[in-house]
DNA sequence: CGAAGAAACTGGTCGGACCAGTTGACGTGT
DNA sequence: ACACGTCAACTGGTCCGACCAGTTTCTTCG
């Protein structure tokens, strides 16, 4: 049988938070409004007051409401406050489709960044992550040679390992916990970009090009052969979703 | 008289925040210890359960924890888990100081960030945008030739606008919440850094240049003269950290 | 020995009381 | 009429103790 699907449980003051953000990213609650007091939310939500305050604080942390002892809350501007774990958040617009924009955005980034973290590991990654790059350029030519080129997971979990490792040659912080959030960001369209970007995946040539960048030390090289390989998956994407927009 | 400074008025849930947090960061709490149960947690704090909960929260929504209702709350692998929300939190490394690696970090994001956005900007700005840029422009002349080179805070102003209009230039949300995180975190070394990059930032030609890029709609040549650019203030930030280290 | 079940954990929710800042209205004095 | 101090009525912050709801562990019985 099957085609059921996980009952989800989330916690009261998720559910509290969730409502509130979504008021606020839809613009519901404009920039600057005064929430109402904790004690009459409480009674609006027919939750505790407990739980509603764990909400207001997480959406005091992610930028979005400015909570202050005394005085009310109010709405922020999070295009100004928030930070970029509030992406998760933007994909889906009030309709409740995807939004073309931040998905656009995203892929951007995500070149911007792949392109300089190569640059960057190209003066920096060590043997051990040099290595390991091979390793996986290997897996990737046998899955691809082996008739798995239409694995999406299995293309999947190699673009992972192949980009966790230039990230990590890169030595840049900022860059590792930013893939973590774009990461996050793609789950909810995981699987219809997981086809889209399939080309780029088993693109074994192109990967094996911006390795040997790499371990030759050519920054410049391997940057424009990493946007090289993520404007591949980038075209993909956009086509797709500005196609959708007209239609 | 002056002097003096503001008194911290930290709030329980914060306090107990910052020191969990503290003690994550600094791996004194290692990749997948268990912390103790709520109720011991309380009495070791002093505190209530309400303002270790919301502590507990914000440590969980930033990813430094994992919460699981029924059991144990774990630490997670920050490099991992964490987004870049996390950034103005590892600028303190465990002796106090400064740490490098991260100022390093943002200064190599900031160039790709910018960089990238000048490039969008210049297919995309619109003509207020584009207006804009020239009133910041011409602020920025007049400043300097006006005597003004020496303010720090003067420069500062004129530099956030700029690269503020560029970033929404751009139109991608990405970088704009990026830049929010960014500028969060170079806050507690932002006396130093405005210092640091004083040259970058009255450096008129420079910006003109970028300007006209940008008008002209050549995307290429406004990526290079964004990198141009900002390599200055980087290279003067890296030159005396990294110096700071040997020293 | 293995599996069902009970007990002892864990976090999640509740309510109500009181503490601590902020705000603004209301007098009071000039 | 105006400026100022005061106070009451907000706001959020903290505390307590109880109970609900999952998980884990150990016991017990087949």
Redesign the interface.
Known sequence: MSGFSPVERT?V?TAVFDQIAARILDGTLPVGERLPAERALTEEFGVNR?AL??AL??LD???LVEIR?GGATRVRDF?????????PR?FLGADGGIDA??V???M??R???G??ASS?AAGRASAEVRAALHDVLADLESLVTDGGADDTAGLAAIDVRFWDLLIEGS????????V???R?AYRPVEALVDLLVMDERRDVAAHRDLIAAVEAGDGERARARAVALLDQGRAAVLAHFSEEERG
């Not at 295009?79 to 992406?87: E, F, K, N, V």
């Not at 030595?171 to 930013?178: E, P, Q």
């Open positions: 916690s003051a407990q305050r764990e604080q997480r942390q992610l930028g002892h295009r100004r406050t928030a930070g970029l774990d509030l992406l933007l924009t931040t656009r955005s995203v951007e980034m070149t911007a960044i392109a300089d960057l030595g840049n912080v900022c860059y590792r916990l930013s973590n959030v774009l996050d």
